[in-house]
């Protein structure tokens, strides 16, 4: 009796361990391994994520590059406004101190003509203003127009101090459309002058000198009155005649 009632025991707690190895079970819900309702990302939202993270950062990316872009062409175009100005400035300031020099020619035609020539795309005069040195003593300054092979007009000035020859050329103006001089021409009987694009009278110079600028559906125009008449010579102050191709300068 004894023995039967322990293996009833024995057997009851096999019963009672079998029922309760399924509670210790790693497979079941207790651990996480068995639910069915499991948390965190399927393949088709982090592909979705990852697009959408592509395409905020592909939206930053080029706002950031047109405001760099927008940044450097503001600088450009601020840099390019200022040297027009400063350009005009020193044309204006070169121009109107042009003094009214004449050669002495070895021949009748060359005799007692003013040193002068102008044309449509270039100007030739006499100054005591250099862009380079300022006020130092009398330079022949030559304005150029050359156009590129994109049709866009440069112009450039060159300068040569009389008595020297230290030719310097610097670059005025650049990336126009068109660019040229125009001459105001009044004879005494007239009684309104008008503008013409060469100057063909030696014996006189032009009252007034117009340089005309278009680019794109912009234009300006800049009217300098010029210097008809030699400045008068202070006290103790005496005109030097120096050589000069073709003539003398008096």
């Not at 004879?187 to 006189?204: C, H, I, P, S």
């Not at 125009?221 to 030097?240: E, I, K, N």
Request: glycine share 12%; net charge neutral; hydrophobic share 35%.
């Amino acid at each position: 009796m004894g023995i039967r009632r322990a293996s009833a025991s024995r057997g009851g707690g096999s019963d009672s361990l079998a029922a309760g190895g399924g509670d210790a079970s790693p497979f079941n819900g207790k651990y996480g391994y068995g639910n069915k309702a499991q948390s965190g990302f399927t393949l088709i939202e982090l592909l979705v994520s990852i697009a959408l993270l592509g395409l905020i950062v592909g939206i930053v990316g080029v706002s950031m590059r047109l405001g760099y872009r927008s940044l450097d062409k503001g600088e450009k175009n601020a840099i390019t406004q200022e040297r027009f100005k400063v350009s005009l400035s020193l044309m204006d300031a070169q121009l109107q101190s042009g003094i009214p020099l004449k050669t002495t020619g070895n021949t009748v035609e060359g005799t007692n003509q003013y040193l002068f020539e102008g044309k449509k795309d270039s100007v030739r005069f006499a100054s005591n203003y250099s862009l380079t040195g300022g006020q130092k003593g009398y330079v022949l300054v030559t304005y150029r127009v050359e156009a590129g092979a994109n049709e866009k007009h440069t112009l450039f000035a060159q300068e040569n101090t009389v008595g020297m020859e230290n030719q310097k050329e610097v670059k005025l103006l650049e990336g126009f459309d068109d660019i040229h001089f125009e001459y105001f021409f009044k004879e005494a009987t007239d009684e309104q002058g008008k503008w013409v694009e060469e100057w063909t009278d030696m014996t006189t110079l032009p009252g007034k000198i117009r340089i005309h600028l278009a680019w794109g559906s912009q234009q300006i125009s800049l009217v300098v009155p010029m210097r008809t008449l030699p400045p008068a010579a202070p006290s103790g102050y005496a005109f030097l005649s120096t050589n000069y191709p073709g003539g003398t300068l008096s």
